[in-house]
Nanobody
Framework: QVQLAESGGGSVQAGGSLRLSCAAP????????MGWFRQVPGKEREGIAT???????NYADSVKGRFTISQDNAENTLYLQMNSLKPEDTAMYYC??????????????????WGQGTQVTVSS
């Protein structure tokens, strides 16, 4: 079982920024590729950003140009920098790991391990 732990969520006003972190086991980035998802109660989980083994990234249109995914292999940490936040970004945010790399999937079905989530609330 892979343990993933998100942090960095909170409340912010529209236009503000937050940086989410996802702490992972030391071997994680050598075996898996990572992504960020978010979910609002009553709605499906939405894939918003993923990073592949070659460093290539993929973003949902809803966050493109505002969010940036990155990973620090030395610190075993995945990040999501969120700028220009909007009220519609309010959600629970999850990091996840997938075994198949070379395919920058934003589909939750492709991810095997999940963190517990961190709440982001953006007020207008």
């Amino acid at each position: 079982q892979v343990q993933l732990a998100e942090s960095g969520g909170g409340s912010v006003q529209a236009g503000g920024s937050l940086r989410l972190s996802c702490a992972a086991p030391g071997y994680i980035f050598s075996r898996y590729c990572m992504g960020w998802f978010r979910q609002v109660p009553g709605k499906e989980r939405e894939g918003i950003a993923t990073i592949d083994s070659d460093g290539s990234t993929n973003y949902a249109d809803s966050v493109k140009g505002r969010f940036t995914i990155s990973q620090d292999n030395a610190e075993n940490t995945l990040y999501l920098q969120m700028n220009s936040l909007k009220p519609e970004d309010t959600a629970m945010y999850y990091c996840a790991a997938r075994e198949r790399c070379g395919w920058p999937s934003l589909y939750s079905r492709d991810y095997k391990y999940w963190g517990q989530g961190t709440q982001v609330t953006v007020s207008s």
